[in-house]
């Protein structure tokens, strides 16, 4: 079993930054991809940022210049770093994890209010 586990959200100011950690354990097999998704009230859950093992990110066009992606494989461990948020980057964010035999996994979620 593979548990992600995710730190790091809360209540930021517009133009104001926050950092989302996610850390995997368990018996992890070889990973295609780690990064992040995120939902908002009555919206689909959507990709926001993921690495590649072969080191490339890839973002949604709404994150592009904001938000970095950095991604430790060797550690299991991913890191948002998420700067000038706006309103509607509010969301719960997701940890993701795909692994090469097609397996997925979900961290339980961190909420992220941008708010005045």
């Known amino acids: 079993q593979v548990q992600l586990v995710e730190s790091g959200g809360g209540l930021v100011q517009p133009w104001g930054s926050l950092r989302l950690s996610c850390v995997a354990s368990?018996?992890?097999?070889?990973?295609?991809?780690m990064g992040w998704y995120r939902q908002a009230p009555g919206k689909q859950r959507e990709l926001a940022a993921e690495m590649f093992s072969t080191g490339s990110p890839n973002y949604a066009s709404s994150v592009v210049g904001r938000f970095t992606v950095s991604t430790d494989f060797a550690k299991a461990t991913t890191y948002l770093q998420m700067n000038d948020l706006k309103p509607e980057d509010t969301a719960v964010y997701y940890c993701?994890?795909?692994?090469?035999?097609?397996?997925?996994?979900w961290g339980q979620g961190t909420q992220v209010t941008v708010s005045s």
């Open positions: 368990g018996n992890i097999d070889s990973i295609f991809t």
């Open positions: 993701n994890l795909y692994e090469k035999n097609g397996k997925e996994y």
